[in-house]
């Protein structure tokens, strides 16, 4: 059945070393959005793409953090250098303008 | 004029017993409004949404209610069964296709 495929589902590093999380996109779907959940924060956004094109990384600290899709079934989320409060997990989620979003099933960091 | 007010912060319940988690936003351009559940290690589900143009729209066990001029939605769920124990997520958004602005969270415990 058709999920939001998100890779590594953990990682742990070291602070300063550069993290790089995948995403692939349910087949079809046209928008693209990365969260990240904390306890303290819940479910910020952090970018968001439509049809590939970056419409809001209003959320994303821009001097460490960027996002990209290098084409339709693959959306990235690069954090270097990484530090210990971006500990956290990262949902990747996709949709189409009318539909419900969904999400993947997340990726785990600790930065130590 | 983002933000989405959640409470309470966690809940228990009896199972049998009805669970309202409530839900309060500002801005008056959003115009859908869904409630996500999250199991521990996954990600966010969408439960069911709602359209200011109802006022309450039901599935099964779980009910949207929807006041406009409140500016207010809960979710109720009828004979909660333990099962339903999940962290919940109310949001909003300007339109299906676009970015969520989430609640905080609430926490539902259903004891048996």
């Known amino acids: 059945d058709a999920r939001v495929t998100q890779t590594p589902r953990h990682k742990v590093t070291e602070m300063g070393q550069e993290v790089t999380m995948r995403c692939q996109p349910i087949l079809g779907h046209n928008t693209v959005f990365w969260y990240r959940q904390t306890m303290m924060q819940g479910l910020e956004l952090l970018a968001y793409?439509?049809?590939?094109?970056?419409?809001?990384d209003s959320g994303m600290p821009k001097d460490r953090f960027s996002a990209e899709m290098p084409d339709a079934t693959l959306a990235t989320l690069k954090i270097q250098p990484s530090e210990p409060r971006d500990s956290a997990v990262y949902f990747c989620?996709?949709?189409?303008?009318?539909?419900?979003?969904?999400f993947g099933e997340g990726s785990r960091l600790t930065v130590l | 004029q983002q933000q989405v007010k959640q409470s309470p912060q966690s809940l228990i319940v009896q199972k049998g017993g009805i669970s309202i988690i409530n839900c309060a936003y500002e801005?008056?351009?959003?115009?859908?409004f869904p409630w996500y559940q999250q199991f521990p290690g996954k990600g966010p589900a969408l439960l069911i949404a709602?359209?200011?143009?109802?006022s309450e729209k039901k599935e099964g066990r779980f009910t949207i209610s929807f006041n406009k001029s409140a500016k207010q939605f809960s979710l109720h769920i009828m004979d909660s069964q333990p099962g339903d124990s999940a962290t919940y997520f109310c949001?909003?958004?300007?339109?299906?296709?676009?970015?969520?602005?989430f609640g905080e969270g609430t926490q539902l415990t259903v004891n048996p």
């Open positions: 949001a909003a958004s300007k339109d299906s296709g676009s970015r969520l602005t």
């Open positions: 989620a996709s949709g189409l303008l009318t539909g419900e979003l969904f």
């Open positions: 709602i359209r200011p143009d109802v």
């Open positions: 801005n008056t351009a959003f115009d859908y």
């Open positions: 793409f439509r049809n590939r094109a970056p419409l809001d």
